[in-house]
């Protein structure tokens, strides 16, 4: 099993930054591709940035050129860093974990609790 343990979450201005980070413990390893997710209120939960362990990124549309992944294997801890932000970023954020060998038969995929950011004046 996986842990994963999401903070740095909050109330934030337009315009400021957050650094989001996900301790992850248990079966976990740097073989894991990394994601954070988030759902606003009436939403569906969307991919917002992944990492892989060769360190590729994606980013979605929305916040490419705002935010950064980074992935620390030693501390098995992963960031994003959330700049320029913006009311329509308000959301609760998901870290993610996926085996890659097992995503095609649906296992090794692993949720954090959640952290809740807020962006307003």
């Known amino acids: 099993q996986v842990q994963l343990v999401e903070s740095g979450g909050g109330l934030v201005q337009p315009g400021g930054s957050l650094r989001l980070s996900c301790a992850a413990s248990?079966?976990?390893?740097?073989?894991?591709?990394m994601g954070w997710y988030r759902q606003a209120p009436g939403k569906q939960r969307e991919l917002v940035a992944g990492i892989t362990s060769g360190g590729s990124t994606n980013f979605s549309d929305s916040v490419k050129g705002r935010f950064t992944i980074s992935r620390d294997n030693a501390k098995n801890t992963v960031y994003l860093q959330m700049n320029s932000l913006k009311p329509e970023d308000t959301a609760v954020y998901y870290c993610?974990?996926?085996?890659?060998?097992?995503?095609?038969?649906?296992?090794?995929?692993?949720w954090g609790q959640g952290t809740q950011v807020t962006v307003s004046e």
């Open positions: 248990g079966s976990i390893s740097s073989i894991y591709t």
């Open positions: 993610n974990a996926q085996n890659p060998y097992l995503a095609t038969i649906k296992r090794g995929n692993y």
